[in-house]
């Protein structure tokens, strides 16, 4: 799961858990005060209604009365009424409606106030009334026990409190979230560019002004990335420095060995030839490993142009075509439909045609290497087949890397360096476009395949 | 004997090449930075010269374009090996033809041969001496090496000029590329060899378009080249 999702869900769920203990917390220890609270509110009641039932009695008669004791009893919250004479006499409601109120109305004649009484499911209260004939009676209520309110359920503003305190929770909880996810998202966002190869990444900037560890973490990445940016850069200007370097002694190399030639007898000159095949090996390394060292360099700067790449790919076969054909070889362009693509003609000539030739040494005589180019899905895609038998399948990952060989013998007697698919996979790269290996056929294919110009692009 | 003058800061290079040329039948000065080399160039007591890309003072796309603007000294380039840009700009600011330096010297001695053969006006009895031809505004007159366009000259190196010539001579007609590499450059087509692309796409540039856009240098694929006639 999504660290975002979790640390999302896990604040929301301790929130719910907080508010739930705190509920339960509050039911438990709180119901003492609660408690005392309504027992005086009760008591106050109770006073207000029998002070009333005094007056009725006085001004209007017992008739008068009557009517105020049933009022009185139809009123909400449901409940029982009763008035009580000192002899137990009942004269208003049913006897039998309240039980047990036998002490409670002793205590009440005898303090002369409001007095309550609490069971389990019921609440008592009791006030004594004076008649005009200075006969005391004591009034008596029952109320069945309401059930505890919810505090978020069973009512209107419970609902109002439920859904409030649900939509803050997730609303903190998504911003808390993401303020703990964003920097590591950007932090992988910038691992990603930089495993891509784009060295000069940084992310602290992106993560902004925080004083966290995820803001050290963002620090030291960018102190890393520098580090190795100066190491592959350096890197790379030593291999085309070096190889910038060497083609001076290797110019006068090959002047000095035609002077020889011009001086040498006939028994010198088959080593002599010998010499300046080997120079010219030499020679021809070193040209690859600096277009290699330059694609690595800066592949941002790639030239861009139309170009017809159907026209590319025929003269390039046409080309390595002539040249297989010394060797008994061929290669035949299967299809070619009509692809445009922008980028660099040199560029990508030289990756197909590094390919092609590869192609073209590993195929066996009188074997013909297959050249396509289609186009599908706004891709141009050229493949290329020879019938070399191919590659070990765990190898084929590998075919890209500069000086790879798969089988060292092999490779020698065919004169490879092992540079050509390296050049031609960081020209591809450098087209935004891709090229894979795999075995087809008993050969090996390579497929390139490049983004199709746009209509209006360029 | 042709004079020859190498413009490159390795001496012990410059050397060898001498000695090699001199066996070969040319007479080699050599100079080492490019602002003697651009004097030594615009004295005028050469027939051609070899000019490398890095030179200290100044580099060689400098000198050449120093010198093109008063002399039209046959100038053949040592480009860095691999890079296409440096082929691309010295002959497009007027290098008669490149050598990717480490370079084998009997290709060198080739290259000159071929260089000097063309830059030498033709013997005044033959056929090609007066030959002069005219399609749609466009001149080309052997005997005096100019090409013009509608009255002002094309500023054309000896490759341009003769591939333009060619051209002119069967316009209407495709120019296979094998016949066009041996008649002008003077060596067989190789595979890969972009070189004769290079020098059409330079003479296409400053030929121009027809008025109404047409190019008159048209590419067949994987053939050859037309000039197109109206």
């Given at each position: 799961?999504?660290?975002?999702?979790?640390?999302?869900?896990?604040?929301?769920?301790?929130?719910?858990?907080?508010?739930?203990?705190?509920?339960?917390?509050?039911?438990?220890?709180?119901?003492?005060?609660?408690?005392?609270?309504?027992?005086?509110?009760?008591?106050?009641?109770?006073?207000?209604?029998?002070?009333?039932?005094?007056?009725?009695?006085?001004?209007?008669?017992?008739?008068?009365?009557?009517?105020?004791?049933?009022?009185?009893?139809?009123?909400?919250?449901?409940?029982?009424?009763?008035?009580?004479?000192?002899?137990?006499?009942?004269?208003?409601?049913?006897?039998?409606?309240?039980?047990?109120?036998?002490?409670?109305?002793?205590?009440?004649?005898?303090?002369?106030?409001?007095?309550?009484?609490?069971?389990?499911?019921?609440?008592?209260?009791?006030?004594?009334?004076?008649?005009?004939?200075?006969?005391?009676?004591?009034?008596?209520?029952?109320?069945?026990?309401?059930?505890?309110?919810?505090?978020?359920?069973?009512?209107?503003?419970?609902?109002?409190?439920?859904?409030?305190?649900?939509?803050?929770?997730?609303?903190?909880?998504?911003?808390?979230?993401?303020?703990?996810?964003?920097?590591?998202?950007?932090?992988?966002?910038?691992?990603?560019?930089?495993?891509?190869?784009?060295?000069?990444?940084?992310?602290?900037?992106?993560?902004?002004?925080?004083?966290?560890?995820?803001?050290?973490?963002?620090?030291?990445?960018?102190?890393?990335?520098?580090?190795?940016?100066?190491?592959?850069?350096?890197?790379?200007?030593?291999?085309?420095?070096?190889?910038?370097?060497?083609?001076s002694p290797l110019a006068r190399l090959n002047v000095a060995l035609e002077i020889a030639k011009q001086k040498s007898n006939p028994e010198s000159a088959p080593m002599l030839e010998r010499i300046e095949t080997e120079s010219a090996r030499l020679n021809d390394m070193i040209s690859r490993l600096l277009t290699l060292a330059k694609l690595e360099g800066g592949s941002e700067d790639v030239e861009r142009v139309r170009l017809d790449l159907a026209e590319i790919v025929r003269d390039v076969a046409a080309d390595a075509d002539f040249e297989a054909q010394a060797n008994g070889k061929f290669v035949e362009v299967t299809t070619a439909d009509r692809c445009t693509v922008v980028g660099s003609e040199n560029l990508l000539r030289s990756a197909i045609e590094n390919v092609l030739r590869n192609a073209v040494r590993y195929t066996p005589e009188r074997s013909v290497v297959d050249v396509s180019l289609s186009k599908n899905n706004g891709h141009a895609v050229v493949r290329i087949a020879d019938h070399g038998g191919g590659v070990p399948e765990e190898e084929l990952a590998n075919l890209f890397r500069p000086f790879y060989r798969v089988g060292e013998a092999r490779e020698r007697k065919t004169g490879g360096i092992g540079l050509g698919l390296a050049i031609a996979e960081r020209a591809v790269k450098a087209h935004k476009g891709t090229i894979t290996a795999k075995n087809v056929n008993g050969g090996l294919m390579i497929e390139i395949a490049l983004d199709a110009a746009k209509k209006d692009e360029l | 004997?042709?004079?020859?003058?190498?413009?490159?800061?390795?001496?012990?290079?410059?050397?060898?090449?001498?000695?090699?040329?001199?066996?070969?039948?040319?007479?080699?000065?050599?100079?080492?930075?490019?602002?003697?080399?651009?004097?030594?160039?615009?004295?005028?007591?050469?027939?051609?010269?070899?000019?490398?890309?890095?030179?200290?003072?100044?580099?060689?796309?400098?000198?050449?374009?120093?010198?093109?603007?008063?002399?039209?000294?046959?100038?053949?380039?040592?480009?860095?090996?691999?890079?296409?840009?440096?082929?691309?700009?010295?002959?497009?600011?007027?290098?008669?033809?490149?050598?990717?330096k480490p370079f084998n010297p009997r290709e060198l001695a080739a290259r000159l041969r071929a260089i000097l053969r063309r830059s030498v006006p033709l013997a005044e009895d033959g056929d090609e001496a007066h030959e002069k031809l005219d399609i749609d505004g466009v001149q080309v007159s052997s005997s005096a090496r100019i090409a013009t366009r509608d009255g002002s000259e094309i500023n054309l190196t000896s490759v341009e000029f003769e591939l333009l010539r060619e051209l002119l001579r069967e316009a209407g007609k495709v120019v296979k590329k094998e016949d066009l590499s041996e008649r002008v450059l003077e060596r067989k087509l190789s595979p890969y060899d972009r070189s004769l692309d290079m020098h059409i796409s330079n003479l296409r540039k400053k030929l121009g378009a027809r008025a109404d856009g047409s190019e008159r240098i048209k590419t067949i694929r994987s053939v050859g080249y037309i000039y197109t006639v109206v």
């Open positions: 799961m999504k660290l975002f999702v979790k640390i999302f869900l896990w604040f929301l769920a301790a929130i719910a858990l907080m508010v739930v203990v705190i509920i339960f917390v509050t039911r438990t220890f709180q119901t003492d005060p609660m408690f005392s609270r309504f027992q005086r509110s009760t008591r106050n009641q109770m006073s207000i209604y029998s002070g009333t039932a005094t007056q009725i009695v006085n001004a209007e008669g017992e008739n008068g009365l009557r009517i105020y004791l049933s009022r009185l009893r139809d009123l909400e919250p449901p409940r029982e009424v009763n008035l009580v004479d000192s002899n137990g006499q009942t004269w208003f409601g049913e006897p039998a409606a309240i039980t047990d109120s036998a002490d409670l109305i002793k205590r009440t004649f005898s303090s002369g106030s409001a007095e309550t009484d609490s069971a389990e499911d019921r609440t008592l209260g009791a006030s004594p009334v004076a008649f005009p004939d200075g006969q005391r009676y004591v009034l008596v209520l029952q109320w069945e026990r309401q059930p505890p309110q919810s505090l978020f359920w069973g009512s209107a503003p419970g609902y109002w409190r439920l859904g409030g305190l649900l939509l803050t929770a997730t609303v903190l909880c998504y911003l808390l979230a993401l303020y703990l996810t964003s920097p590591i998202r950007k932090l992988r966002e910038a691992t990603h560019k930089l495993a891509d190869g784009d060295l000069q990444t940084r992310v602290a900037q992106k993560v902004g002004r925080r004083r966290d560890e995820l803001a050290d973490l963002a620090g030291d990445f960018d102190l890393m990335a520098e580090r190795i940016e100066s190491l592959i850069t350096s890197q790379q200007r030593l291999t085309r420095d070096v190889s910038h370097e060497l083609r | 004997m042709d004079k020859i003058l190498i413009i490159d800061d390795d001496e012990e290079l410059c050397e060898l090449v001498s000695e090699y040329l001199a066996v070969e039948g040319f007479d080699i000065s050599t100079v080492n930075d490019g602002e003697s080399g651009l004097k030594m160039a615009l004295s005028g007591e050469y027939d051609l010269a070899i000019l490398d890309v890095m030179l200290p003072k100044m580099n060689g796309f400098d000198v050449l374009r120093n010198l093109r603007l008063e002399s039209k000294l046959p100038v053949l380039m040592l480009t860095a090996r691999g890079d296409d840009m440096e082929r691309i700009v010295g002959l497009e600011i007027g290098a008669d033809d490149y050598l990717p």
